[in-house]
């Protein structure tokens, strides 16, 4: 059976790790590393799973392995790893770290290792997240599986057949969650303004939100967000009023900018690692 390691033992990574243990992963095959060795010893107490003393053990160790540090300390993490052991031809490396390329990753790891590239939110933080997956066409198939696998412990899936589209995912989901707090925030506020208590305000913005959000997911193959918001749209009622107030203010194009900002940044991080030899 193939053992699964983790470089990095932060939130996200603890995360994956509780998916894949309360799903169909043995924890005697996840190995993990992390320099704090407090996170360490409690991510193995409250998992079952396996550490090691080094990286280099590690990727020794293991088919498998996660990178899941933060992307500032990546070259450095992978640089201090020997190629005889780092770049083997039957080493999967799947990267959760946002804004580094598979080419550069490649060429710091070697050729001859096999990277994935995956984009997981915040909310998989809680299990409801949504993950971006690129893997170069020549990849093959049983690996890609194995990320899939491993990455739906958190959340949903998306494979996406360009890597650049793993920037559109960044802008959408991987920023999305603070797109749709900054929403609750105004709301919050408004309610607040209009005569409700804090609490108050806040249960029914966030009550809302969820509500919305499960009638969206319970249809998502039936009737498309448009659908819904015109199916509680009712002539010269109050909620139209609001939406009629939304559109004149050009609320699509104030998403549409602020989407292709995050996108631009996106692709601006990834040169800028790019750069590092």
Known sequence: MEKIGFIGCGNMAASIIGGMVSGDFDPKIIYATDSDNAKLADISEKFGINTLNSNAELVSVCDIVVLAVKPQVMHDIIDALSPEIRNLKNKLYISIAAGIKQSTLKRWIGENATVIRTMPNTPSLIGKGVTGIYAEQNTASEKVEKTIQIM??????????????????????????????????????????????????????????????????????????????????????????????????????????????????????????????
């Open 152 to 277: 739906s412990a958190v959340g949903t899936d998306i494979i996406v057949k360009e890597e650049r589209l793993l920037d559109t995912i960044t802008a959408i989901s991987g920023s999305g969650p603070a797109y749709y707090f900054m929403v609750m925030e105004v709301m919050i506020d408004s309610a607040i303004g209009l005569g409700l208590d804090k609490e108050s305000a806040t249960k029914a913005v966030i009550g809302t939100a969820l509500g919305a959000a499960a009638m969206a997911q319970a249809q998502i193959n039936e009737t498309a967000p448009a659908a819904l918001r015109k199916n509680v749209t009712s002539p010269n009622g109050t909620t139209e009023k609001a939406i009629a107030s939304f559109q004149a203010d050009g609320i699509g194009t104030v998403f549409d900018k602020a989407v292709n900002a995050a996108y631009s940044r996106s692709q601006e991080l990834a040169d800028d690692f790019d750069k590092v030899k």
